[in-house]
Nanobody, 117 residues
């Protein structure tokens, strides 16, 4: 199973970015898909997650600014990030967490998002 992120970069505070995550190698709809972020010296934290049924959850710090979505026909997961703040600067990782037994968690390689003030 493979996850490939894209869409990171440098943006000014108040701007927007959309991250994309391409899934391959297994059954996409078996997985809840999530975005995590990590800054050096800190733990990797959940930002948002979307289950196979489309239900979502968000970290309080991004509620109302970020939107996670998935396209089951294209095996894609997206994170629309609006009103970005300098504290959103981090490496963002796509995650696949299986909803069934006998499947395994998977991570992407990460994409860096830098928000300048």
């Amino acid at each position: 199973v493979r996850l490939v992120e894209s869409g990171g970069g440098l943006v000014q505070a108040g701007g927007s970015l959309r991250l994309s995550c391409e899934f391959s190698g297994s059954i996409f709809t078996v997985y809840s898909m999530g975005w995590y972020r990590q800054v050096p010296g800190k733990e990797r934290d959940l930002v948002a997650q979307v289950r196979s049924d489309g239900s979502t959850r968000y970290d309080d710090s991004v509620k109302g600014r970020f939107i996670i979505s998935r396209d089951n026909a294209k095996n894609m997961t997206y994170l629309q990030m609006n009103d970005l703040k300098p504290e959103d600067t981090a490496t963002y990782y796509c995650n696949g967490s299986p909803e069934r037994a006998w499947y395994f968690e998977v991570w992407g390689q990460g994409t860096l998002v830098t928000v300048s003030s």
